[in-house]
């Protein structure tokens, strides 16, 4: 069954066409990754699909509910991280998951929550004073108390450092072994190849390609290899976008192991 459809699918901001005519669809129990460049209109999709925008035209169905019209129910069974996530400072993620499960009504335990997203050791620590990789685990530990069948992750990763990154890698793709379906924006190519089943490539409000990230190598990719190395999902996006990606103007590239 699908998770999350979308048919043709647009916004625009005056005369700028931010979501330009896209369709996708994203299965129950899979990674789903939407993958572009700084305005190609990913976060204004989820935006959408989390019920938080209203879109111009299109069909739109999340766990079969129209985000927009009926977006008190969807929210009760979703899960988001926000980009840029922060929390208040002088409380602790034990503190925060407490309140949140207040507002939604519900009885969690807050150290396995924070087990499962490997933050136990510092659950008593106040928000300010946690690590940038921690504060995105507080985000998706929270995105957790309500126990959602569908996860938003907007960018979750950016700006960490890469031991942080892998560690957040780890924690989703153990959610995913649960079951859960995930929606990830990223700015990394590393991180869609890894993690993502699928992958649909943005740019300028258009999805220019859609497909797993072996099948999307397959197709667009040079087909060379040498020595052990062979394309990469990098290699695809500079071919179809026409340049490599970028992160607050620095080239992002696949780290090497």
Do not use: C
């Not at 499960?101 to 396995?112: E, G, I, M, S």
């Not at 087990?115 to 929270?142: C, H, M, P, T, Y």
């Not at 890894?194 to 258009?206: E, F, H, Q, S, T």
């Amino acid at each position: 069954m699908s998770a999350i459809e979308v048919q043709s699918l647009k916004k625009h901001y005056g005369h700028l066409m931010a979501v330009d005519d896209i369709s996708f669809s994203v299965m129950s129990g899979e990674i789903f990754s939407l993958l572009g460049p700084n305005g190609a209109g990913k976060t204004t999709t989820v935006e959408i699909l989390e019920g938080l925008r209203q879109r111009d035209s299109g069909e739109v169905q999340v766990l079969g509910m129209d985000p927009w019209k009926q977006g008190y129910n969807l929210h009760l069974k979703i899960g988001v991280i926000p980009q840029g996530f922060r929390f208040f400072d002088k409380s602790t993620p034990r503190e925060a998951l407490k309140y949140y499960a207040d507002l939604f009504n519900v009885k969690v335990d807050p150290d396995q929550i924070l087990r499962e997203v490997i933050l136990e050791d510092s659950k008593d620590v106040i928000f300010e004073n946690l690590s940038g990789g921690q504060k995105q685990k507080v985000g998706l530990a929270l995105a957790l108390v309500n126990t959602p069948e569908l996860l938003f992750l907007d960018e979750p990763t950016t700006g960490l450092d890469p031991q942080a990154r892998r560690t957040m890698w780890h924690v989703i793709q153990e959610l995913k072994k649960q079951g859960r379906t995930i929606l990830l924006t990223t700015h990394y190519l590393e991180e869609a190849q890894l993690l993502a089943d699928k992958v649909a490539i943005m740019n300028k409000g258009k999805i220019i390609a859609a497909g797993s990230p072996s099948e999307l190598i397959e197709k667009y990719g040079s087909g060379k290899r040498q020595v052990m190395v062979s394309d990469t999902l990098e290699d695809v996006f500079v071919k179809l976008v026409g340049a490599p990606i970028e992160d607050e103007g620095n080239v992002v590239k696949p780290a090497v192991s």
